[in-house]
């Protein structure tokens, strides 16, 4: 190898590394948000019923979907257009399996995942050599080739979609048919998100990928291929927002292709923004905050955007960082 | 004469009608300093990023360490060993000091492609990226967000990056630009010590560093080299003197 960078004397001059310090605000948050969830099932015994954790069930999966995407957006800087292409995936995987008669859960997971991976990865390859603007164009081009392509499936329902009969087993048995298994599989999976997307973004990998959003010539002329970094993200974000999609399927019992449609990619944009991008409980506030307004007031009024909609400006306007910005302003500096 | 560890041979760029590198032939050795000098416009920039791999010649050969590295990538000159900094400060703003360079050091030390364990807490990087940055008088500031650094920190902490790398050579894009008297004296005596170990391309236009530091000059003007030699050499070559120190010569 080459003579070392420094001699030992320089290196025993050296001081020691400050240390990094983690505030343990966020944590507590999570905390707070977690027991409040695993608390909904037995809150609707009493009050709120089917209706309740349905929805409970509704928002922890666009959240864990919503974590994915800031993993991409917030922490890489690239802003996909088409995520909802790999909801769409994952939950058509499960339906047409389940249709063709598989119902084993351990072999529809795999399959979802593999076929996402495989997608993200050609698509990424090509999307990725673009950023900014192209960038968003071509992922969103992408992401309506998956919904024209879901909705031309004749045989499985084509734009009106498909209903499954029956649910998926899990190791043989029917732990996911019932409600409460549901709710505690996706309550798992979220969780489990939540925590690995933290400890990606944290790693050596995540280091690389944070930095290439900051400045991605210094991140190439340090020796980085950007593009392997940013292509890995995108694997990971769309096989974690597919897994999202097969547990959509399971607690539907119905797919369409409108799963994936351009809309469901921009709300999943909103709530990343929402909650706050590139923070440990942004995405996760954003999805559950988002799915919460639109029920509260869909039920006011049909015409709930327009609520919503001036509701978004005054976050955007006066709440930069997100709810979870907001959050610590309120809480003052740590 | 030592050995040739860069060599640049007939390269030319042009964009469009205006030709930024004419003909360019140029060798470094090993345990040298060679200072790329001409007036502003002259191209050294655009060379410069044609040695890293920013810009792709439109003819001519790239050879490091005998090999010819002209197709590669910018990342993949940065692994063969070619280290450089950057004209206009090239950091990352939101990390820490340390974790800019510990970065650096991350590409060397391992995989980068693990998922689970903190980087932050990785002491072999730590280390090593703080041995670089006392190396540049930078490791009081090691806990600060780099875009809080000040101007000069700033473009220290640009060189601190480019020797965490370990490069075999360094290719400097004017270090000294927009530097007080002071900085940029202290700067040049950090570069004495490191030209030791890094054969160094170096493109300034502080002459008072430029003729204490390089052992070899050549002279840029419009895209090509008009003169090129020792410090003393070209200090009393007619071309150069026209195209670029005469003015400031007469003046002085």
């Known amino acids: ?29 999570a905390a707070v948000i977690f027991a409040l969830l695993a608390a909904i099932p037995l809150v609707s015994e009493v009050w709120g019923g089917a209706w309740l954790t349905s929805l409970a069930v509704r928002a922890m999966i666009l959240a864990i979907v919503a974590i994915s995407l800031d993993l991409l957006m917030g922490h890489g800087g690239l802003v996909s257009f088409g995520h909802s292409a790999f909801v769409a ?39 990725l050599r673009t950023s900014g603007v192209s960038f968003i164009m071509i992922t969103l081009a992408f992401g309506q080739m998956v919904y024209f392509a879901l909705g031309s499936l004749a045989q499985y329902g084509g734009d009106d979609g498909l209903t499954l009969w029956s649910g998926p087993d899990l190791f043989g048995t029917r732990v996911l048919g019932s409600e409460m298994g549901v709710y505690i599989s996706v309550f798992l999976l979220l969780l489990g998100t939540w925590a690995l997307v933290h400890r990606l973004v944290y790693s050596r990998f995540g280091r690389v990928l944070r930095a290439a ?18 292509l890995v993200a995108y694997v990971i974000a769309g096989v974690l927002a597919a897994i999202a999609g097969v547990l959509w399927a399971t607690h539907a019992s119905f797919v369409s292709p409108s799963l994936g449609a351009w809309q ?71 | 004469m030592s050995e040739v560890v ?53 003819a001519g050969r790239i050879s490091f360490e005998g090999r010819d590295v002209t197709a590669l990538t910018l990342a993949e000159r940065a692994v063969a060993g070619l280290g450089r900094s950057f004209q206009i400060t090239s950091i990352l703003p939101e990390f820490t000091v340390l974790e800019n360079v510990a970065l650096a050091a991350q590409r060397r030390s391992g995989t980068s492609f693990r998922f689970f364990r903190r980087a932050a807490t990785e002491r072999a ?7 670089a940055l006392a190396r540049i008088g930078l490791e009081a500031r ?16 640009e060189l601190a990056i480019a020797i965490a790398g370990r490069p075999h050579v360094l290719l400097l894009d004017e270090p000294m630009a927009g530097m007080g008297r002071a900085e940029s004296e202290s700067l040049t005596e950090t570069l004495l010590e490191l030209k030791a170990e890094y054969p160094m391309l170096l493109i300034e236009h502080d002459m008072e560093a430029v003729f204490r530091l390089a052992d070899r000059v050549s002279v840029l003007v419009s895209g090509a080299i008009v003169a090129s030699g020792t410090p003393d050499e070209v200090r009393t070559d007619a071309r150069a003197r026209a195209a670029y120190l005469g003015e400031e010569e007469i003046s002085a």
Not at chain 1, 92 to 108: D, V
Not at chain 2, 125 to 131: G, H, I, K, R, T
């Open chain 1, 1 to 29: 190898m080459s003579a070392p960078s420094a001699s030992p004397a320089a290196a025993a001059k050296a001081p020691a590394a400050p240390e990094a310090r983690a505030s343990r605000g966020p944590l507590f948050v």
């Open chain 1, 89 to 127: 995936i994952g939950a058509y995987t499960c339906g047409i399996m389940i249709t063709e008669g598989t119902y084993e859960m351990a072999l529809i997971l795999p399959t979802a995942i593999a076929i996402a991976a495989t997608f993200a990865l050609l698509s990424g390859a090509i999307c």
């Open chain 1, 213 to 230: 959003r900051q400045n991605p010539t210094r991140v190439a002329s340090m020796g980085y291929s950007v593009l392997r970094y940013r």
């Open chain 1, 264 to 334: 469901r990619s921009g709300d999943l944009i909103v709530m990343v923004v929402l909650g706050g991008m590139a923070t440990r409980n942004g995405a996760l506030v954003g999805a559950l905050f988002f799915i919460l307004i639109e029920e509260t007031l869909s039920a006011i009024t049909h015409d709930w955007r327009l609520i919503f909609g001036p509701l978004l400006i005054l976050i955007a306007l006066y709440a930069r960082g997100g709810l979870v910005g907001l959050l610590d302003r309120v809480r003052g500096p740590q």
């Open chain 2, 6 to 58: 860069l060599e640049i041979k007939g390269l030319n760029k042009a964009f469009g009608a205006l030709v930024v590198t004419d003909d360019v032939n140029l060798q470094l050795h090993r345990g040298e300093c060679h200072a790329l000098i001409g007036p502003n416009g002259a191209g050294k920039s655009t060379l410069i990023h044609q040695v890293s791999g920013v810009l792709s010649p439109d």
């Open chain 2, 125 to 131: 990087l730590n280390e090593a990226a703080m041995v």
């Open chain 2, 142 to 157: 090691a806990g600060v967000v780099a875009g809080n650094l000040s101007y000069g920190e700033k473009r220290l902490l």
